[in-house]
T-cell receptor, first 114, second 115 residues
Framework: DVKVTQSSRYLVKRTGEKVFLECVQDMDHENMFWYRQDPGLGLRLIYFSYDVKMKEKGDIPEGYSVSREKKERFSLILESASTNQTSMYLC?????????????FGDGTRLSIL | AQKVTQAQTEISVVEKEDVTLDCVYETRDTTYYLFWYKQPPSGELVFLIRRNSFDEQNEISGRYSWNFQKSTSSFNFTITASQVVDSAVYFCALSEAGTGNQFYFGTGTSLTVIP
């Protein structure tokens, strides 16, 4: 079974802090994704990556950056956290290539910015 | 424009009732893929099914069934004889060929099954 592991289930940080959310997958997937989930808005794509050191902006990249130094790990960085970044963050991974590959998700991180 | 629309925000049913979750999509591609995911209260999205645009056969898996109709751009999900464990948020998603496996998600339908 594919395992996508997010480093924290719950996280509380303060405004202005630099926040790191970590995601690791164990299936040698090329693609990795970061989403945020908010009530009524569904899942919105923040950033994604097709390969090590590659990144692409999603629909809502402002205020975020990412890092992919190793194939299995994809980090989401909030450079200076703000209260409007309080949300559920979901990481996913999939095989590269055809668009028919399902994405596999982690358990999510509930981030609160105070 | 929203590529995937799940018009039902919340649905409540009594246990053992049948329930259908609607999904309408929009794409100009001839090759695309549709997915359904379940998100229980624990948070993890669980993959349920994938359908490609060339296969309009309906699919049944136990109490779950999916109805794909290209003519109406719909990919609806029916749960027969619902159970409390079916309570979750369900998401429909679209992936278009050539987009590198990017997904467009609907806003989700929250299903509550009342015992």
């Amino acid at each position: 079974d594919v395992k996508v592991t997010q480093s924290s289930r719950y996280l509380v940080k303060r405004t202005g802090e630099k926040v790191f959310l970590e995601c690791v997958q164990d299936m040698d997937h090329e693609n990795m994704f970061w989403y945020r989930q908010d009530p009524g808005l569904g899942l919105r794509l923040i950033y994604f990556s097709y390969d090590v050191k590659m990144k692409e902006k999603g629909d809502i990249p402002e205020g975020y950056s990412v890092s992919r130094e190793k194939k299995e790990r994809f980090s989401l960085i909030l450079e200076s956290a703000s209260t409007n970044q309080t949300s559920m963050y979901l990481c996913a991974s999939s095989f590269w290539g055809s668009s028919n590959q399902p994405q596999h998700f982690g358990d999510g991180t509930r981030l609160s910015i105070l | 424009a929203q590529k995937v629309t799940q018009a039902q925000t919340e649905i409540s049913v009594v246990e053992k009732e049948d329930v259908t979750l609607d999904c309408v999509y929009e794409t100009r591609d001839t090759t695309y893929y549709l997915f359904w995911y379940k998100q229980p209260p624990s948070g993890e999205l669980v993959f349920l099914i994938r359908r490609n645009s060339f296969d309009e056969q309906n699919e049944i898996s136990g109490r779950y069934s999916w109805n794909f109709q290209k003519s109406t751009s719909s990919f609806n999900f029916t749960i027969t004889a619902s159970q409390v464990v079916d309570s979750a948020v369900y998401f429909c998603a679209l992936s278009e060929a050539g987009t590198g496996n990017q997904f467009y998600f609907g806003t989700g339908t929250s299903l509550t099954v009342i015992p």
